[in-house]
């Protein structure tokens, strides 16, 4: 293990309520292959013995796991990893999935930075200040961008440290739960970008004018505040709507 990576998840990880501990240790086997897609998680009662705490902190931290498409949890038979090795970032939307589990993805980040609101969003208003994320995601065999996303968080002295020791395990949704901003609601929008801006192609290594898809993301706390809004430019040969009922 990256010792350096393991101190800056054990920072980020103070204070942390007893759910986020839980799901972040068992996030961990299920992503360094531990458990992998299809294995059974041990039963509630195994879990609440292993962990010394309640049912309800359990049930809490498979939701939280569930939430990132890491589990699923079938009703008297127990929760099965789905987590297949391939992830786009879990805040890259609820309702977006990869098309193909074979293929391999490197992220890099392009910025993550503290400053003003500068895309628009109906509920922040220009200006705002934030915390930016811009994530490209690319393809590992020939370098293409299948993911171009750029986050704001409305600022809040909390972020302080992520400048400071960068995004846990690389993720911005992993890194705001354990700062306590836990999603309660949100809204999605998908849409089409009907012709990739020259700006953005150069960006992503791709061709001006392809035809890609759009996403639009919303997130509040149980209290309404917003968490994040996020735009997302995804590849639709790889993202397509992926819905549950």
Known sequence: MDKSKHDKTGLALIGASKSKRIAHALESEIRTGVLSRGDALASENALV???????STVRKSLEMLSSKGLITTKSGIGSFVTFDGVTIDDQAGWTLALSSSTVQLSTRVLRLERGPMDIQCAEIPLGTDCLIVDRLRYLDNIGAGVSLE????????????????DLVDGSLNTTLQNRGLTIANGAEWAGVEPSLSAD????MGRKAGDAMLRLRRLTREEDRTIIEYVESILDPDLFGLHMEF
């Open 49 to 55: 013995k292993r962990f010394a705490v309640s049912r």
């Open 150 to 165: 750029r986050s704001r968080v409305p600022w809040r002295d909390t972020l302080n440290e992520v400048l400071q020791v």
């Open 200 to 203: 953005d192609a150069a960006v």
